[in-house]
């Protein structure tokens, strides 16, 4: 099983930032597809950022060059470095993994319990 835990949320002033963490326990899959997806009320769940195993990684138009994603292998950690936060980046935000591609919300297989932003 794969259990994902989010941390690092939090209330901030725009123009701030943040860095999310997700700690996976992972077993039974080595370097998955992770991704950071985020959801506010009423709007539907979209991924913003994802990394393969290989350490390529892409972001949704709206976040490019604001967020920044990134993994520790070692220690089983993805992060989202999140700069210059604007008020509609306010949401929860959730840690996935599949086990292939994960560009969409669809194709992820494990989801966290996410971790509240809001700017």
């Known amino acids: 099983d794969v259990q994902l835990v989010e941390s690092g949320g939090g209330s901030v002033q725009a123009g701030g930032s943040l860095r999310l963490s997700c700690a996976a326990s992972?077993?039974?899959?080595?370097?998955?597809?992770m991704a950071w997806a985020r959801q506010s009320p009423g709007q539907e769940r979209e991924v913003v950022a994802s990394?393969?195993?290989?350490?390529?990684?892409t972001y949704a138009d709206v976040v490019k060059g604001l967020f920044t994603i990134s993994r520790d292998n070692a220690r089983n950690t993805l992060f989202l470095r999140m700069n210059n936060l604007k008020p509609e980046d306010t949401a929860m935000y959730f840690c996935?993994?599949?086990?292939?591609?994960?560009?969409?919300?669809?194709?992820?297989?494990?989801w966290g319990q996410g971790t509240q932003v809001t700017v």
């Open positions: 992972i077993d039974t899959i080595r370097r998955p597809c």
């Open positions: 996935a993994a599949a086990r292939g591609n994960c560009d969409t919300v669809g194709q992820m297989h494990y």
């Open positions: 990394i393969d195993g290989d350490g390529r990684t």
